[in-house]
């Protein structure tokens, strides 16, 4: 296998340290010669079942990502008359999908002898980047907005070890501020900017199709900063090249309405964002409002001839508690606001029944303690007597 690093826009090749073209354009990793060396049978799997098309030369640095669960969601399907599965990406080592992406890109950043690796984060990436860090033996600096980022996140980014810095500011200024100093500190930059990461993410397509053993009609999921779904898009059509598969699903970005520049960009059928300059919903992980990857992110839309939806904090919040209650499946707000989209799309015709979905899960619910309180209330305080245990059941 060899791959070269080429911008989408225009064409031209990069050396590996690069994460933008000298044009503006977003650099993405493309590959000749491949020899598949894995069979999409269902056998057990994780990130590196796919190592021939990941783009590493050294051993990598892996807790074991990938592998997740993909659950045939009955009570769901029922209801929303169509096939519903989820794939609960909060089963990673660090509780979301991130990990996939840092096992290849501390991978890569002890590849090109990077002593220290940095990012934005409105938390899943912080935590996860700590994580690989900490396993590869390398330093980890991270910018937060300030007051924005779930408790059990920032627990995880600060035990792990990393240097956690919180910035009176919102996070495309943090990304904004941590690119700068990348630069300057000669750090490697691990948002989703970075392409090497998002090879790790598209490993969720390739186990969407090991474990179904077919290609779903539609994949849905929440969009903040856009590295996934472009991600996972790349993960199919990749399949497809490889005649693996012969076609790829419709691919459904989901945003929370205080944050959706891409949604806006579909619904006026442009190739380029508008940013949102005040992003706000309570599914943080998603609280965007200048998508770094937008240009990826609207190809992979348009291309697989999906669509994006919009959706409020309450409908976020009802999916979450449905998804917890009806599936058992427990997940943080912005990964929720896949099932919400999902039932937008049926409430309004867009997907029929017997057609087959495939909703991703992208946080566990452990992420955001606090936002349960505020949604579900505090346990009922009794005094240690039987009787009063009683007269509350
Ligand atoms: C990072 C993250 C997202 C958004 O993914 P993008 O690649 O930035 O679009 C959604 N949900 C959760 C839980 C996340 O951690
Ligand atoms: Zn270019």
């Excluded at 598969?245 to 891409?262: F, L």
């Excluded at 209330?377 to 009063?388: C, D, K, L, S, Y």
Aim: contains cysteine.
């Amino acid at each position: 296998m060899s791959y070269s690093l080429v911008c989408i826009e225009c064409g031209k090749e990069h050396g590996e340290e690069s994460y933008t073209c000298d044009c503006g354009g977003l650099l993405e990793v493309r590959f000749k010669d491949v020899e598949v060396d894995f069979k999409l049978d269902g056998n057990p799997w994780g990130v590196w079942k796919y190592r021939c098309l990941l783009p590493v030369k050294i051993d990598p640095v892996t807790l074991k990502e990938g592998g997740t669960p993909l659950y045939r969601c009955d009570s769901l399907s029922k209801e929303l008359n169509c096939r519903v599965y989820v794939k609960h990406e909060g089963a990673n080592p660090s509780g979301s999908f991130k990990d996939r992406g840092m096992t290849v890109g501390v991978t890569k950043a002890l590849e090109l002898g990077k002593k220290a690796v940095a990012c934005a984060s409105t938390g899943n990436t912080s935590a996860s980047m700590a994580m690989y860090a900490a396993k590869a033996g390398l330093k980890a600096y991270v910018l937060l907005p300030a007051g924005k980022v779930a408790l059990g996140k920032v627990a995880q980014a600060l035990m792990h070890g990393a240097k956690v810095i919180a910035i009176k500011g919102n996070f495309d200024r943090a990304l904004e501020l941590v690119r700068q100093v990348c630069k300057e500190m000669n750090f490697y930059l691990l948002n989703s900017v970075n392409p090497f990461r998002l090879e790790g993410q598209k490993t969720i397509a390739f186990e969407i199709v090991d474990e179904l053993g077919f290609v779903p009609d539609y994949v849905v999921l929440p969009v903040g900063n856009a590295g996934n779904i472009s991600a996972i898009y790349k993960g199919f059509k990749e399949l497809k090249q490889l005649s693996l598969i012969d076609s790829t699903p419709k691919m459904i970005g989901v945003q929370a309405k205080g944050a959706n520049p891409i949604y806006k960009a579909v619904m006026e059928g442009k190739d380029v964002i508008e940013p949102v300059t005040n992003p706000e919903t309570v599914a943080t992980a998603i609280r965007i409002g200048n998508p770094v990857n937008a240009r990826k992110a609207l190809r992979a839309i348009y291309e697989s001839k999906g669509t994006a939806v919009e959706v409020n904090d309450e409908e976020i919040i009802q999916a979450q508690k449905d998804l917890a209650r009806k599936e058992g499946i427990g997940v943080e707000p912005a990964s929720a606001s896949s099932l919400a989209g999902l039932r937008k799309l049926v409430e309004n015709g867009y997907i029929g029944s017997d057609e087959t979905v495939v909703c991703i899960t992208t946080g566990h619910l452990l992420k955001d303690p606090e936002i349960v309180l505020k949604v579900c209330g505090q346990p009922i305080e009794v005094p240690a007597e039987f009787e009063e245990i009683i007269k509350v059941l």
